[in-house]
Nanobody
């Protein structure tokens, strides 16, 4: 059973940028919606962004609109999260996930395939 794998996390200064990437082996997730979640210390895991199985539609949490961009690279079997103008409150472990499109994935529901997470720390 394949699992997702995130990379690209690290330490970044407020106002800077990071690009996270997530890859899954095989073609099984090509028809799945894909998303990024995050979990900050003392908080529950929260939805960040999602992209449809076709890549045509994207959805963002209000807190990251205009700053983060989710994208798909079907040739490399990855989903990426470009994080620009990061804030201290963006500090969290970031997870990628996949959901069958016949779920409410755009509001953070229906995800059953997950990665281990990658730490993003934003300093002031």
């Amino acid at each position: 059973q394949a699992r997702l794998e995130e990379s690209g996390g690290g330490l970044v200064q407020a106002g800077g940028s990071l690009r996270l990437s997530c890859v899954a082996p095989g073609r099984w997730w090509s028809s799945y919606a894909k998303a990024w979640f995050r979990q900050a210390p003392g908080k529950e895991r929260e939805f960040v962004a999602a992209i449809s199985w076709t890549g045509q539609s994207t959805y963002y949490a209000e807190a990251v609109k205009g700053r983060f961009t989710i994208s798909r690279d079907d040739a490399n079997n990855t989903v990426d999260l470009q994080m620009d103008n990061v804030k201290v409150e963006d500090t969290a472990v970031y997870y990628c996930a996949a959901a069958h499109p016949r779920t409410n994935y755009h509001i953070g529901q229906g995800y059953d395939a997950w990665g281990q997470g990658t730490q993003v720390t934003v300093s002031s």
